[in-house]
């Protein structure tokens, strides 16, 4: 079945220092969801990437999609300690209930 | 205007017991989906509900069922319970378009099978 690979697993940083998280498949993606989960809470929708070679960004953090809907990536510029949680990266399949693959997610901390 | 939310927050349950979980979706909602999160897992897909039927399920046995109701809230059965069964469930709620969308999660319902 339709499988969506994450990596790091983990991830530690320096507060100030940058973290990228990616998402691999060997199939084309449909549409790309990131959701961050923090320690002990449910994930919460960060953005959504359609288009193939889509770049966007929320202040410091920048999400892209590649251009063959293979991979996508979060990019968090000078880490903060209020990023600290899981990213994951989650495949919207299309058609019928358009359910979520997720990724098993990349854990990110920071030390202040 | 409420989020999604479940009940109860925590259930321990023994092996071979039945368990009910409770979810009510996002103001407008009317799709609910159910994800099981095994602990340093992604949220794996059981199934989804609208229009009070399931629509698509999960790699999940006959053990797991569901119902949503006319007001669209949903609950979440499991029969026979497993040890492997210990996970946090998830809700997470849409409004069902012809296009993408976001899912709106609840905070779960954490079940620990003993």
């Known amino acids: 079945g339709q499988q969506v690979m994450q990596i790091p697993q983990y991830q530690h940083v320096q507060e100030g220092e940058d973290f990228t998280t990616y998402c691999n498949s060997s199939?084309?993606?449909?549409?790309i969801q990131w959701y961050k989960q923090r320690p002990g809470g449910h994930p919460v929708f960060l953005i959504q990437l359609v288009k193939s070679g889509e770049v966007k960004k929320q202040k410091r953090l920048t999400f892209q999609f590649g251009e063959a809907k293979k991979n996508s990536s979060l990019h968090i510029t000078a880490t903060q300690t209020t990023d600290v949680g899981t990213y994951f990266c989650?495949?919207?399949?299309?058609?019928?209930?358009?359910?979520?693959?997720f990724g098993k997610g990349t854990k990110l901390t920071v030390n202040p | 205007d409420a989020g999604v939310t479940q009940s109860p927050t925590h259930l321990i349950k023994t092996r071979g017991q039945q368990v009910t979980l409770r979810c009510s979706p996002k103001s407008g909602h009317d799709t609910v989906s159910w994800y099981q999160q095994a602990l340093g897992q992604g949220p794996q897909f059981i199934f989804q509900y609208y229009e009070e039927e399931e629509r698509q399920r999960g790699n999940f046995p006959d053990r797991f069922s569901g119902h949503q109701f006319p007001n669209y809230s949903s609950e979440l059965n499991v029969n026979a319970l497993l040890l492997g069964d210990s996970a946090l469930y998830l809700c997470?709620?849409?409004?069902?378009?012809?296009?993408?969308?976001?899912?709106?999660f609840g905070p779960g319902t954490r079940l620990t099978v003993t």
């Open positions: 997470a709620s849409s409004f069902r378009t012809s296009g993408y969308y976001e899912q709106y």
């Open positions: 199939t084309t993606l449909s549409n």
């Open positions: 989650a495949d919207q399949e299309r058609g019928g209930s358009e359910k979520l693959v």
